[in-house]
């Protein structure tokens, strides 16, 4: 009868100890034994990094470079959490033209209801569905040329790898080009809307290697890519600083303002030109340096800028 009670008080006697004398848990290694490596691209799964409030898609160069190797339902994009947009509204639509009462536990309610999609052909219930809406801040990609200074395209590219630190959040990058190995390092700020790009190659004395940051205007179509190349006059960029370092530069989509920082640990070349479909800047190290860090920092218009880390 007092059997049970015996056998579970010896047992409990010799787990207990058992437990306390036991390893503590390698968090790091059980954590980094699942980091993800790849060594070709897959067209519907790019790596991301981020902190909850920004994100950045990123290809296997370890930025923005390539998007025709991708699946057009998975576009590389930069978004951030207040990073919101609203095409013009010149009709004035409100949300009341979208509401219709309804009886909830028997007090008669507004909201905005569809019976059927043929209510959402109305142009305020149209506009109402579609705005606000998230954006991409920009698309930041390699600056990578031939000797000859052609443009490089993702056939040059060998011995592609990227893996992705889960412990760190950092993503790590790197290929062959033009028989020359190239590193990249991408990672986000863990508390600020800020990219760090690392580059190591000697690419970078030969002012062969650089970052690409072109600026899209948004798409009517929103889904799945809300990026629009095609139409430059619907939004605009404007250097307003600049210093041997790095830029700033306003960004301005209809109502939406925001401004872009790239700074640098050493001194940049900085071209800036706008054409018929985009706004690029393009930057690169001229030296005898074989690496460069990069940061790049978005915000809304308005902000207090605070010091780059």
Known sequence: MHIRPLLLCLLSTWVVPRLADAAPIDRYALVTRHNPTITAVDKAAPFMVGNGNLGFTADITGLQTFQEQYSALVPLMTQAQWAWHSFPNPKG???????????????LQWYPYLSDWEQAKKPEVQWLRENPHRFSLGRLGLYLVEADGKTAEFSDLSATRQTLDMWTGRLASSFVFDGTP???????????????????????????????????????????????????ESHSTRETARDANGLTLARQLDDTR????????RELTIATRVDAVECQVVYTRIGQHDRIACRIVAQRAGEREAPLP
């Open 258 to 265: 925001y401004s872009v920082r790239v700074a640098s640990d």
């Open 182 to 232: 190239v590193d990249v390092e991408t990672s986000v700020h863990p508390d600020r809307d800020l990219i760090i790009v690392r580059l190591r190659s000697k690419l970078l004395a030969e002012g062969r290697l650089g970052m690409d940051l072109k600026f899209p205007g948004v798409s009517a179509n929103l889904n799945p890519d809300p990026a629009d190349w095609a139409h430059p």
């Open 93 to 107: 639509f409100k949300l009341a033209q979208a509401q219709v009462p309804m009886k909830v536990r028997g007090v």
